[in-house]
């Protein structure tokens, strides 16, 4: 009897199903999304870090770091915004 019962739950832990595929595909893209998000954050503290060093040793202004680091006219807002709030 028992035997049976463990037989029965080893096939269906083996056996593909669509509802363990979906469920590998979240956890996949959970995954990746905290990841992408990770990276962002990141780069986010490397920028900010970068522009606090331009403006502290070479007495650049914000606009003028910017510009040194190239970051682009659409991400400005962001990183002043970052840097007012520190």
Same mark, same amino acid.
């Given at each position: 009897?028992?035997?049976?019962?463990?037989?029965?739950?080893?096939?269906?832990?083996?056996?593909?199903?669509?509802? !363990?595929?979906?469920?590998?595909?979240?956890?996949? &893209? +959970?995954?990746?999304?905290?990841?992408? $998000? #990770?990276?962002?954050?990141?780069?986010?503290?490397?920028?900010?870090?970068?522009?606090?060093?331009?403006?502290?040793?070479? !007495?650049?202004?914000?606009?003028?770091?910017?510009? &040194? +680091?190239?970051?682009?006219?659409?991400? $400005? #807002?962001?990183?002043?915004?970052?840097?007012?709030?520190?």
């Amino acid at each position: 009897m028992y035997s049976k019962v463990l037989a029965d739950r080893v096939r269906v832990l083996k056996e593909p199903s669509e509802e !363990g595929d979906n469920m590998c595909r979240e956890l996949e &893209a +959970l995954y990746l999304d905290g990841e992408k $998000r #990770g990276i962002e954050k990141g780069r986010a503290e490397g920028i900010i870090s970068s522009l606090k060093s331009l403006m502290a040793t070479l !007495g650049m202004s914000v606009e003028e770091a910017m510009n &040194a +680091l190239r970051i682009p006219e659409n991400e $400005r #807002g962001t990183y002043t915004d970052l840097l007012a709030k520190q």
